[in-house]
């Protein structure tokens, strides 16, 4: 088994183990074993979904699907790896790609696209083959950054009103208006964007536009851009799993829109995928939980705890991540 | 630790002068108004709210100076109970306030000073918990309302550990379990982890609540003591909650900084 690593670990295994080890136990972490199944996604959840029976969705009095409680997520934690891989250490289990289209399970970045990603993941510095000497950036997660979409990648709660669709997650909201409202001009930028929510028959749509660019995809340097947008797609299959699709365009940097794919289960209704669920009791000093703290989303407070991860990962000499600008 | 003088003072100068606690908070708000009620009958306090004050800046009394708009108190009785160490506590965290506000690192800023930032927060109602998603941070506070009580301590969580009851039409949270490092506005004004926040939110027309809150704190203050402020319904047609991710701004500003002192002293 393997359990979710607190966002601010990937600070620390980029250091050395020394500090690591002296840095004590941490409630609620594990690692990967090399022998771990590889975890599916959406390679084996396109072909789950095809074989699955017209659903008929319980309803809001105001007709539209009941997607309300919480559900699980995919990724999220700051370790994520986007596309197909074999085990590469103990953060980084085997996993199948997140890309349902193109058939490849790879980001179709433009060539300067491709050659601007793996400069990035050269100089990661987490110890990987392929690395170049140099330092250059670490994920925005590593900094207790949350933006669009590790959010949606991550556990959350959904909760419907007439007109907005409201997603509560660990360290983070979205209140999605799905009242036909108006956006904002595209030079106001977003680390989560502007989202603007619809009903296409029972799939709740979401465009995300206005974001600035300064996310990743996972923790490798997937990354966009501010010209970049993208649109969910939420979906009840059965009583206890959300279809979720992501679909990213942006032609500055990729050669055709392309499109991520995975279920959000229910806690304890099907195989986890990272991470199941929303974190409790993950405060270093929380004493042992109790029954009725269970299902409670207890403070997590990333940033405010990770003055020494910081801290390393500026004196290492990473640069902070400004965005990319592609060519004309 | 920073405040143990002040923790050997204190044990002997709180049992002295602990008081019981009248007041604003106790009182409620009687109010001829009727609100509009959720399906179990509690007012329905949903919506996007903001305090309109300076009590951010300052809790008490105040003149303006560069960029700080000079205001009243909102706390009972003006001015803040402090115990002789900790005003003069107080009076030094007002003079390097600039470097040691905790909201200049971008920290969660605690209950009840994230209500009275100049930022809108939203509540969402449910049976068995009320959701506060603020737009400093997008911070969430879960206020459970299912009869659990707190957990056990000690716990420093930043933003305390809420449990919530209705007290006729008012919301009435108590929120315990707090660390020592937030400030209560930018003007030094401070707590310890023995801090024991009371809130109330009571509504008193269709776009105002009533926020009432008593703090007690017997290692810091010779007696509980409250304050108040109205809260204001947002109007705009489309209000929505954006997004202020303080601490990616500070990093963004601070990385290449040589000057900065923001890595250093871990």
Redesign the interface.
């Given at each position: 088994m393997s359990y979710r690593l607190p966002a601010a670990v990937p600070a620390l295994v980029l250091i050395p183990c020394a500090f690591l080890l002296t840095s004590g136990p941490v409630v609620g972490q594990g690692f990967w074993r090399e022998d771990a199944p590889k975890i599916p996604m959406a390679p084996t959840w396109v072909a789950e979904k095809a074989e699955l029976p017209p659903y008929d969705p319980p309803r809001t009095p105001d007709g539209v699907p009941d997607l309300q409680g919480f559900w699980g997520g995919a990724g999220g934690d700051g370790l994520s790896y986007l596309e197909d891989h074999e085990f590469v250490d103990v953060t980084t289990p085997a996993q199948e790609t997140f890309i349902s289209d193109p058939p490849d399970g790879k980001v179709p970045y433009t060539p300067w696209g491709l050659a601007k990603r793996n400069e990035i993941l050269a100089g990661l510095g987490r110890g990987w083959p392929g690395e170049s000497p140099e330092r250059l950036y670490s994920s925005?997660a590593a900094?207790?950054?949350?933006f669009m979409p590790r959010f949606s990648f991550s556990a959350l709660e959904i909760?419907q009103?007439p007109g907005a669709v409201?997603m509560?997650?660990?360290?983070?909201?979205r209140?999605i208006?799905t009242d036909e409202?108006?956006s904002f001009d595209d030079s106001a930028k977003?680390?989560?964007g502007v989202s603007r929510g619809r009903w296409e028959g029972d799939t709740l749509v979401v465009e995300v536009r206005n974001l600035n660019g300064?996310g990743w995809f996972d923790s490798t340097g997937q990354f966009y851009t501010e010209n970049t947008r993208m649109t969910e797609r939420f979906r009840l299959v059965d009583a206890d799993t959300i279809d979720y699709e992501i679909t990213i365009e942006d032609p500055t940097v990729y050669t055709r829109p392309w499109t991520m794919s995975f279920p959000r289960r229910r806690p304890g209704t099907g195989p986890n995928l990272r991470r199941s669920r929303l974190p409790s009791a993950v405060?270093i000093?929380?004493?042992p939980?109790?029954d009725?703290?269970e299902n409670?989303?207890?403070?997590e407070?990333c940033?405010?705890g990770n003055?020494?991860g910081?801290?390393?990962l500026?004196?290492l000499g990473y640069?902070?991540f400004?965005g990319v600008t592609p060519p004309e | 630790m920073r405040y143990r003088t002040g923790r050997l003072l204190l044990g002997v100068t709180a049992i002295c002068t602990f008081a019981p606690t009248p007041g604003l908070g106790q009182t409620g708000a009687p109010s001829a108004y009727e609100p509009p009620r959720t399906s179990d009958g509690h007012p329905n306090l949903?919506g996007i709210w903001q305090a309109l004050n300076t009590a951010a800046w300052d809790l008490e009394d105040h003149s303006a100076s560069l960029g700080v708009p000079a205001g009243l108190s909102v706390v009972e009785g003006g001015a803040i109970p402090y115990q002789d160490w900790a005003l003069e506590k107080k009076q030094a965290n007002f003079e390097h306030r600039t470097t040691l506000d905790p909201e200049a690192q971008?920290?969660?800023p605690g209950v009840p000073r994230i209500t009275y930032m100049p930022y809108p927060f939203?509540i969402?109602q449910?049976a068995d918990k009320i959701?506060i998603?603020y737009e400093y941070l997008?911070t969430?506070r879960?206020i459970?309302m299912n009869g659990?009580p707190h957990?056990?301590?000690?716990?420093?969580?930043?933003?305390g550990d809420s449990r919530g009851h209705w007290e006729g039409d008012t919301l009435v949270v108590d929120v315990v379990h707090f660390n020592d490092?937030t400030w209560l506005d930018r003007a030094g004004n401070f707590h310890s982890a023995a801090l024991h926040v009371v809130e109330r939110y009571t509504p008193t027309g269709p776009d105002h609540l009533l926020y009432e809150v008593t703090i007690e704190d017997p290692e810091v203050f010779t007696r509980p003591w409250t304050m108040s402020m109205p809260l204001y319904r947002h109007q705009e047609a489309?209000s929505?909650?954006?997004?202020y991710?303080c601490?990616?701004y500070l990093?963004?500003q601070e990385?290449?900084n040589p000057a900065s002192t923001?890595?250093?002293?871990?």
């Amino acid at each position: 088994m393997s359990y979710r690593l607190p966002a601010a670990v990937p600070a620390l295994v980029l250091i050395p183990c020394a500090f690591l080890l002296t840095s004590g136990p941490v409630v609620g972490q594990g690692f990967w074993r090399e022998d771990a199944p590889k975890i599916p996604m959406a390679p084996t959840w396109v072909a789950e979904k095809a074989e699955l029976p017209p659903y008929d969705p319980p309803r809001t009095p105001d007709g539209v699907p009941d997607l309300q409680g919480f559900w699980g997520g995919a990724g999220g934690d700051g370790l994520s790896y986007l596309e197909d891989h074999e085990f590469v250490d103990v953060t980084t289990p085997a996993q199948e790609t997140f890309i349902s289209d193109p058939p490849d399970g790879k980001v179709p970045y433009t060539p300067w696209g491709l050659a601007k990603r793996n400069e990035i993941l050269a100089g990661l510095g987490r110890g990987w083959p392929g690395e170049s000497p140099e330092r250059l950036y670490s994920s925005p997660a590593a900094y207790c950054q949350y933006f669009m979409p590790r959010f949606s990648f991550s556990a959350l709660e959904i909760i419907q009103r007439p007109g907005a669709v409201i997603m509560l997650g660990d360290e983070g909201h979205r209140v999605i208006p799905t009242d036909e409202r108006p956006s904002f001009d595209d030079s106001a930028k977003f680390w989560f964007g502007v989202s603007r929510g619809r009903w296409e028959g029972d799939t709740l749509v979401v465009e995300v536009r206005n974001l600035n660019g300064l996310g990743w995809f996972d923790s490798t340097g997937q990354f966009y851009t501010e010209n970049t947008r993208m649109t969910e797609r939420f979906r009840l299959v059965d009583a206890d799993t959300i279809d979720y699709e992501i679909t990213i365009e942006d032609p500055t940097v990729y050669t055709r829109p392309w499109t991520m794919s995975f279920p959000r289960r229910r806690p304890g209704t099907g195989p986890n995928l990272r991470r199941s669920r929303l974190p409790s009791a993950v405060a270093i000093n929380a004493p042992p939980v109790e029954d009725p703290y269970e299902n409670e989303v207890w403070e997590e407070a990333c940033y405010e705890g990770n003055g020494e991860g910081r801290a390393a990962l500026h004196a290492l000499g990473y640069e902070w991540f400004r965005g990319v600008t592609p060519p004309e | 630790m920073r405040y143990r003088t002040g923790r050997l003072l204190l044990g002997v100068t709180a049992i002295c002068t602990f008081a019981p606690t009248p007041g604003l908070g106790q009182t409620g708000a009687p109010s001829a108004y009727e609100p509009p009620r959720t399906s179990d009958g509690h007012p329905n306090l949903e919506g996007i709210w903001q305090a309109l004050n300076t009590a951010a800046w300052d809790l008490e009394d105040h003149s303006a100076s560069l960029g700080v708009p000079a205001g009243l108190s909102v706390v009972e009785g003006g001015a803040i109970p402090y115990q002789d160490w900790a005003l003069e506590k107080k009076q030094a965290n007002f003079e390097h306030r600039t470097t040691l506000d905790p909201e200049a690192q971008c920290y969660l800023p605690g209950v009840p000073r994230i209500t009275y930032m100049p930022y809108p927060f939203q509540i969402i109602q449910q049976a068995d918990k009320i959701s506060i998603a603020y737009e400093y941070l997008r911070t969430v506070r879960f206020i459970h309302m299912n009869g659990v009580p707190h957990p056990p301590g000690p716990i420093d969580w930043w933003m305390g550990d809420s449990r919530g009851h209705w007290e006729g039409d008012t919301l009435v949270v108590d929120v315990v379990h707090f660390n020592d490092q937030t400030w209560l506005d930018r003007a030094g004004n401070f707590h310890s982890a023995a801090l024991h926040v009371v809130e109330r939110y009571t509504p008193t027309g269709p776009d105002h609540l009533l926020y009432e809150v008593t703090i007690e704190d017997p290692e810091v203050f010779t007696r509980p003591w409250t304050m108040s402020m109205p809260l204001y319904r947002h109007q705009e047609a489309h209000s929505e909650l954006l997004e202020y991710q303080c601490s990616s701004y500070l990093l963004e500003q601070e990385w290449d900084n040589p000057a900065s002192t923001l890595f250093e002293g871990h």
